[in-house]
């Protein structure tokens, strides 16, 4: 049975600066992986989707790599900013129908 | 940009009683979903729908769930019978395809709570 695995489960750090979010999956046998952003009272906004045949996605200041074989994923965010607080998520697709497993997510706090 | 409407965005209910949540997917998305989160837990998948059947369910999608597609624009959730253990936040989401690819697009959530 896939596990989906997050550490931290919460972040706090000064803005401007470079830092890393983990994933980790119990089967390396995934379609796709996303990692989400959850702000409070809104819902998931999916911020990069890597496919299992893919090694790393970018967008923005946004970085996400996958290590399909050790089961792991990790999101780089770049000089973050205040906005960038919220919980991040990731999830994976174990097939093409979109049954997402997800992680407890981390929660990120970005201080002025 | 296109979004997914999810309404209400908060229902009280008494245990026992039916409720229906709705959602308005993005309008050329073929594939929809419903995934819910209890408070302090991870996000559960529990059914998705394309081509106006069922396509998957989680073993918590029982009996007492159902979807339906009544239109060309809503995707509803309904409980018949709400518990306790219902109150969650429901989130409707929707896809173009299934692809490897594609995204999937959340709603805002309903916040539904059992009492």
């Known amino acids: 049975k896939q596990e989906v695995t997050q550490i931290p489960a919460a972040l706090s750090v000064p803005e401007g600066e470079n830092l890393v979010l983990n994933c980790s999956f119990t089967d390396s046998a995934i379609y796709n992986l996303q990692w989400f952003r959850q702000d409070p009272g809104k819902g998931l906004t999916s911020l990069l989707l890597?496919?299992?045949s893919q090694r790393e996605q970018t967008s923005g200041r946004l970085n996400a790599s996958l290590d399909k074989s050790s089961g792991r994923s990790t999101l780089y965010i770049a000089a973050s900013q205040p906005g960038d607080s919220a919980t991040y998520l990731c999830a994976v697709s174990r097939a093409s129908n979109y049954q997402l497993i997800w992680g407890a997510g981390t929660k990120l706090i970005i201080k002025p | 940009e296109p979004e997914v409407t999810q309404t209400p965005s908060h229902q009280v209910t008494q245990m026992g009683q039916e409720v229906i949540l709705r959602c308005v997917p993005i309008s050329n998305h073929l594939y929809f979903y419903w995934y819910r989160q209890i408070l302090g837990q991870k996000v559960e998948f529990l059914v998705s729908?394309?081509?106006?059947?069922?396509?998957?369910k989680s073993e918590i999608f029982d009996d007492q769930f159902s979807v339906e597609r009544p239109d060309g624009s809503n995707f509803t959730l309904k409980i018949r019978s709400t518990k306790l253990e219902d109150s969650a936040m429901y989130f409707c989401?929707?896809?173009?395809?299934?692809?490897?690819?594609?995204?999937?697009?959340f709603g805002s959530g309903t916040q539904l709570s059992v009492l």
């Open positions: 890597i496919q299992s």
């Open positions: 989401a929707s896809s173009m395809s299934s692809s490897a690819v594609e995204k999937l697009f």
């Open positions: 729908f394309y081509n106006n059947e069922i396509s998957e």
